[in-house]
């Protein structure tokens, strides 16, 4: 089965998915996820979704999901990079991803992560 690497940057992890996302890529990806935010005691979790164009229900629930463990393990979740139609396709399946952070690239959320560090 394929991974998605995780790369950390100082007391971040950075997460690109640049593949389809399937269902148990998604799963794999959410426990490869928390078993490194405890290994290396991450403060912030950053996933880029760029490279994603369509996103559906599981896809949208397993982004919430996993910044909600990533909270519970004092890590922040800031979402980077999503596409209109992902966002507008979200909306439409009336998933909010709350307590997930978002922003428009991966500087921006970056500063997201060291802001809530200070």
Excluded at 65 to 71: D, I, L, R
Excluded at 77 to 99: D, N
Aim: avoid cysteine.
């Amino acid at each position: 089965m394929d991974r998605i690497p995780i790369l950390r940057m100082g007391d971040y992890l950075i997460v690109a998915i640049q593949v389809d996302m399937h269902d148990r890529l998604a799963l794999a990806l959410q426990d490869d996820l928390t078993a490194r935010i405890v290994k290396d005691s991450a403060k912030g979790v950053l996933i880029d979704i760029s490279a994603l164009d369509i996103v559906d229900s599981f896809i949208g629930r397993m982004i919430s999901n996993t910044a909600a463990m990533s909270a519970v393990l004092d890590a922040q979740t800031v979402v980077v990079g999503m596409q209109p139609s992902v966002a507008i396709t979200l909306v439409e399946l009336g998933l909010t991803l709350s307590g997930v952070r978002t922003a428009l690239n991966v500087e921006r959320g970056m500063a997201l992560l060291q802001q809530r560090r200070r």
